[in-house]
């Protein structure tokens, strides 16, 4: 792996994996919906949508057809702390992609026209989120254990946020953000590092300057909430555990606390399903969900069922955590989980979009070599290790719990 600072600021990661026919390419940059405003929710989803609708060298329509020529996976997502422009293309393709992708970024120019076209887009995508159950149940996860009010809100913002953004709040998010030093590149896949850190270096040549933007601070509760909502137009109810477990600034030093809890996690998610599925028959749907950013992280077990079961799948998955909590934790266990991350992990490198994705964010919290330490220190996690992380983390005492229930009158 090579990674690089280049002249103007911008850090590049290249990772080299010979004999795919793909190239993953992901652009972090450093502004996210914890960075926006309090008064303009939405903005940095908004800004993310702007930079597919032209530049000073192509039209929405250009770079919309420019993508879909060369086979690629385009996208974008809006997260806690970044937002990240990914392409996945085929491998005679990646300076043609390369080419769009810094152009976006360097060249925006937001024309009325387009703005207006995707300010609807937007407000379309809030209502539909808003009709979803478990959507609005999955907001309310920080909620349950952060005070920062912008986790109470969509990521899209809300209608009256969406609407009040002006062409001047973009441009202006647009200058102070979007530059070298609040950016990392990264390319991972079928690539001559060497060759392509040099047309990374050409391609971004324009995109420099600026400084690296501090997110805002993220207040843990004193004590966790425990949160019921009331939804119509569903007879399912939906049960969430929330646990803080910490974010990669903790881990930097030692990504193997991470690698642990990960471990005790999917111990407690296999106990669950377990449960509450197979032996019980009493939720269509176990899972298990992680949030890990760098400041702060937190993992949710849901369970999804009816409602007149509702307290007895709350009150047995405390039960399990309890047990996880108090180390009854086995040897066998660990090594089944250990082994199905280890699976997990390896075949996430065969993934070109994916891997591309993490390593960007490494990259950009400055720290590109988790992308392969997790891997090793999954083969040097100990029983001990997992009980400690399991003992710190999975306490019941302090979880925040979210529950979705039906309407009475519904």
């Known amino acids: 792996m090579l990674n690089e600072l280049l002249d103007g600021g911008l850090g590049v990661s290249v990772y080299s994996k010979q004999g ?8 972090c940059v450093g502004y996210g919906l914890l960075s926006e405003p309090k008064k303009a929710f939405g ?51 990646f300076e043609t992609a390369l080419g769009i992708i810094s152009d976006m970024l360097s060249n925006s120019t937001f024309e009325k026209e387009g703005l207006e076209n995707e300010r609807n887009t937007v407000l379309s995508e809030i209502c539909k989120w808003e009709q979803d159950p478990n ?29 009040s953004i002006q062409r001047e709040d973009l441009c202006k998010a647009y200058a102070e953000n979007y530059r070298a030093r609040n950016s990392h590149v990264a390319v991972y896949g079928a690539v001559d590092e060497r060759t392509a850190l040099k047309q990374v270096a050409e391609k971004f040549s324009g995109y420099s300057g600026g400084l690296k933007k501090a997110n805002a601070p993220v207040t843990p509760r004193k004590v966790a909430r425990r949160i019921r909502i009331e939804k119509g137009g569903t007879s399912d109810a939906l049960v969430k555990l929330v646990f ?10 030692n990504i193997g606390k991470k690698v642990a809890t990960r471990i005790a996690a999917e111990i407690l998610r296999h106990r669950l399903f377990s449960e509450l599925r197979d032996k019980r028959g009493l939720s269509y749907s176990v899972g298990k969900g992680e949030d890990t950013c760098s400041s702060f992280g937190c993992t949710v ?38 082994e199905a991350l280890f699976i997990q992990k390896a075949f996430a490198f065969e993934n070109t979009y994916d ?20 891997i090793a220190a999954i083969k040097e996690v100990s029983i001990d290790d997992v009980r400690e992380a399991a003992s710190k983390y999975f306490k019941t005492g302090t979880c925040g719990i979210v529950e979705l229930v039906p309407k009475a009158d519904a």
Not at 244 to 253: A, D, N, P, R, V
């Open 20 to 27: 795919m026919e793909s190239i993953g390419i992901d652009v």
């Open 43 to 93: 903005l940095a989803h908004f800004l993310e949508h702007m930079m597919f609708k032209g530049t000073a060298k192509r039209s929405c329509s250009e770079i919309n057809d420019g993508l879909r020529r060369i086979g690629n996976n385009a996208n974008a997502a809006t997260m806690y702390e970044y937002t990240d422009y990914i392409i996945r293309c085929h491998k005679n393709y």
């Open 135 to 163: 959507y609005l149940a999955g907001m309310q996860t920080k909620v349950s254990l952060f005070e920062d009010e912008r986790f109470g809100h969509m990521g899209q913002g809300d209608a009256g946020s969406v609407k």
């Open 244 to 253: 803080s477990t910490e974010g990669y600034g903790i881990h930097m030093k």
């Open 301 to 338: 077990f849901s369970a999804g069922t009816k409602k007149k079961s509702q307290e007895l799948v709350k009150e047995l998955m405390l039960k399990e955590c309890e047990k996880v909590e108090r180390g009854e934790i086995s040897q066998e266990e660990v090594s089944d989980a250990a």
């Open 355 to 374: 891997t591309a994705r993490a390593l960007s964010y490494f990259g950009f919290i400055g720290k590109p070599e988790l992308l392969d330490s997790s």
